[in-house]
């Protein structure tokens, strides 16, 4: 026992006579982390994760109970939350590599566990980063994304982006631009709103003193550019008004009809809600089309005798230019209906949004024998859709690992089906019970990270493939 003790304490000196002799000759001993310090920042991403899909979840909440100021709020915290996830993350992976050295593991299988822990982490924020982008979507789409809330997400957006650059650039800069957010979290997570909106001023002029307006500018670009559709033109109400005033004589219930609706238009569009401007010119549309009246290349509202007769099988180009083939239903006189599909990455992959269209086929002007389509939204909708085991539902045995694996949306949604469910691994697949349906049981026989893949389709026919890894350890 003694001769033990001798052995380990000259093991321990030797160690550190080396340490010592490495630095003086000029070699810097690299700079290790330990186990502790890595769990405990797994742990705050997890929280920060769980809080930022509170603050989602309460923001789409309040959008659908037409509360503004409430939903800007639950936006900004959850941004604010996403921020510094994004930040610590980024470098987590390389910090597990640097594990410290201790008597008490095997730095490899600790460093299994943490990578393995991080992958779910990555999962979970890449689904709360989509949620966050849906809710954004949907706050435009309502009218309740104002100048100023623009501003503030964009600046939460540009600090995001910079910090792991700013880390390595400007380390005295990057600690303030953390320290700001983390301020303002704090102010947002108490309710105090004016002093967040001080501290996002505060961020806002750090960044652009030190270079990065244009980061501002093209994050808050970005959020207005695709997300926000075109200012409306006032063109297709002009023509509107021009077949008033020529049914004025002929048919003047439906000149005022026409009238009345064109003014409930201009109001909706002054106000910003657009839904109630498309729906409305939805309807307005579908009027005029039901007197019998077709709408010429240049927007002007005829008998239709004049026009080129429409015929099953000929080609069709949407406003850029690219042939549509399978996009609508076409009736016999060039009218269809259909469902534009936003997602993220690949088309059939991870859907974002939905929305009706009506959609209607005009002679081209400069292309014979071909039909440019026309568009008018109508009725539209977000997802978040997550895959995530079903709390409880853990069950171990002697080589086995069984599991409920439940696709759900965020915003509670549920018009969508399961066609398949997908679960495979290099070590091979889990048995599933009921493959097809909203919620699968699967029983695994060998400790693996698993790609989960549930194929499926919305109410309005819009396919949709959603993955995530799931990490599993069999006894």
Not at 410 to 417: E, F, K, L
Request: no cysteine.
């Amino acid at each position: 026992m003694h001769t033990s003790s001798r052995l380990s304490f000259f093991t321990v000196a030797l160690f550190g006579l080396f340490l010592s002799s490495a630095t003086a000759f000029g070699q810097q001993a690299p700079v290790e982390i330990s186990k502790s310090e890595l769990e405990v920042e797994q742990r705050v991403m997890r929280a920060n994760i769980s809080d930022a899909n509170y603050h989602i979840d309460r923001g789409i909440n309040a959008a659908k109970a037409g509360l503004p100021e409430l939903a800007k709020v639950s936006l900004l915290r959850a941004t604010g939350r996403i921020a510094q996830v994004d930040g610590v993350m980024k470098g987590h992976p390389e910090r597990i590599e640097r594990l410290a050295w201790s008597l008490l593991y095997t730095r490899e299988t600790v460093r299994k566990q943490l990578r393995a822990g991080f992958e779910k982490l990555r999962d979970e924020f890449g689904a709360v980063e989509i949620s966050m982008y849906a809710m954004r979507v949907d706050m435009l789409r309502k009218g309740m994304f104002g100048e100023e809330l623009q501003q503030q997400v964009a600046v939460l957006d540009a600090a995001k982006k910079l910090l792991p650059e700013l880390d390595k650039t400007n380390p005295a800069l990057a600690a303030k631009v953390r320290s700001l957010i983390e301020q303002i979290n704090k102010a947002l997570a108490d309710g105090d709103m004016a002093k967040a909106s001080e501290l996002l001023k505060q961020l806002t002029a750090t960044l652009v003193e030190s270079g990065h307006g244009q980061d501002i500018k093209d994050a808050a670009d970005k959020i207005s550019g695709p997300r926000q559709p075109p200012p409306p033109s006032n063109a297709d109400l002009d023509q509107a008004r021009a077949l008033a005033s020529k049914l004025a004589q002929t048919d003047p219930a439906t000149a005022r009809s026409i009238q009345d609706l064109v003014s409930q238009i201009e109001d909706a569009r002054r106000r910003g809600d657009t839904a109630t401007a498309d729906r409305l010119m939805a309807q307005l549309n579908e009027m005029i089309h039901q007197k019998g009246f077709k709408q010429g290349p240049g927007g002007e509202w005829t008998d239709g005798q004049t026009q080129k007769q429409w015929k099953q099988g000929d080609k069709v180009f949407d406003e850029n230019g690219n042939e549509i083939t399978d996009e609508f239903v076409w009736g016999p006189d060039g009218e269809g209906r259909g469902v534009d599909k936003a997602y993220v990455g690949d088309k059939g992959g991870r859907l974002v949004r939905e929305t009706k269209v009506s959609v209607r086929a005009m002679p081209s002007a400069s292309k014979p024998n071909t039909f440019e389509v026309t568009k008018t939204p109508g009725a539209s909708r977000t997802w978040a859709l997550v895959v995530a085991p079903v709390p409880g539902s853990e069950k171990k045995a002697t080589g086995s690992y069984t599991v409920s694996i439940a696709l759900a949306d965020r915003s509670g949604a549920t018009g969508y089906n399961v066609t398949k469910w997908e679960i495979t691994s290099p070590s091979g697949s889990p048995t599933l019970d009921n493959p097809s349906g909203a919620q699968v049981t699967a029983t695994f026989t060998k400790s693996a990270t698993y790609t989960v893949q549930v194929s499926g389709t919305t109410d309005w026919g819009s396919a949709f493939v959603i993955k995530t890894n799931l990490t599993v350890g069999v006894d």
